[in-house]
């Protein structure tokens, strides 16, 4: 049984950072596209950013520049460092296993909130 939860939300200020992390188990991050997806208020779900087995990152175009994606195959734990957060990053963000050939999620997890005031 595949569960991704995720931790580290929470309410920053404009400008500020944070980490969120997904800890999986039931598979290998090491050895699965792995991402992080966003919902805001009003909004459909988009992806903020991927990670491939072999390490090839994609990311949203909000978000690129500011946003890092990572993994850490001992702890089974994906990563995304957010830097220079602004009130529009304001979303619930999903941890997700990616499709084998695409960024779409085939997996979701509980999803967890980040709050960003002006």
């Known amino acids: 049984q595949v569960q991704l939860v995720e931790s580290g939300g929470g309410l920053v200020q404009a400008g500020g950072s944070l980490r969120l992390s997904c800890a999986a188990s039931?598979?290998?991050?090491?050895?699965?596209?792995m991402g992080w997806y966003r919902q805001a208020p009003g909004k459909t779900r988009e992806l903020v950013a991927g990670?491939?087995?072999?390490?090839?990152?994609n990311y949203g175009d909000l978000v690129k520049g500011r946003f890092t994606i990572s993994r850490d195959n001992a702890k089974n734990t994906v990563y995304l460092q957010m830097t220079s957060l602004k009130p529009e990053d304001t979303a619930i963000y999903y941890c997700?296993?990616?499709?084998?050939?695409?960024?779409?999620?085939?997996?979701w997890g509980q999803g967890i909130q980040v709050t960003v005031s002006s």
């Open positions: 039931g598979i290998s991050v090491g050895i699965n596209r």
């Open positions: 990670i491939t087995s072999g390490g090839t990152t």
């Open positions: 997700t296993v990616l499709s084998r050939y695409s960024w779409y999620p085939d997996r």
